[in-house]
Nanobody, 122 residues
Framework: QAQLVESGGGLVQAGASLRLSCAASGRTFSSYAMGWFRQAPGKEREFVAAITSNGGDTRYVSSVKGRFTISRDNADNTVHLQMNTLKPEDTAVYYC???????????????WGQGTQVTVSS
């Protein structure tokens, strides 16, 4: 299983941008589909974005379409989430995860990072 470490979270004002990064260990990173999920206080973990193993296809939850972009660099074992025009409702802990399937379903992901906090003030 891949080991994943997220970075890039922080406190920003509404309308600002952040870029989250997830560094993966292991030689098999390029074989995994990758996803970003988030969990706000008192809410269940929510799918945000996913990307196929070769980066050829992506999927987003409707609330972030047009604002967030997922990308990956298989040479560097990293996946990124560029978040633009942030809103207070984007406040959550963001997790990256690895899966053998290109999926929006959390239970299909077998490796998870520790999470990074994103807080958007109004």
């Amino acid at each position: 299983q891949a080991q994943l470490v997220e970075s890039g979270g922080g406190l920003v004002q509404a309308g600002a941008s952040l870029r989250l990064s997830c560094a993966a260990s292991g030689r098999t990173f390029s074989s995994y589909a990758m996803g970003w999920f988030r969990q706000a206080p008192g809410k269940e973990r929510e799918f945000v974005a996913a990307i196929t193993s070769n980066g050829g296809d992506t999927r987003y939850v409707s609330s972030v379409k047009g604002r967030f972009t997922i990308s990956r660099d298989n040479a560097d074992n990293t996946v990124h989430l560029q978040m633009n025009t942030l809103k207070p409702e984007d406040t959550a802990v963001y997790y990256c995860a690895a899966s053998n399937y290109f999926s929006i379903v959390a239970r299909t992901y077998t490796s998870w990072g520790q999470g990074t906090q994103v807080t958007v003030s109004s």
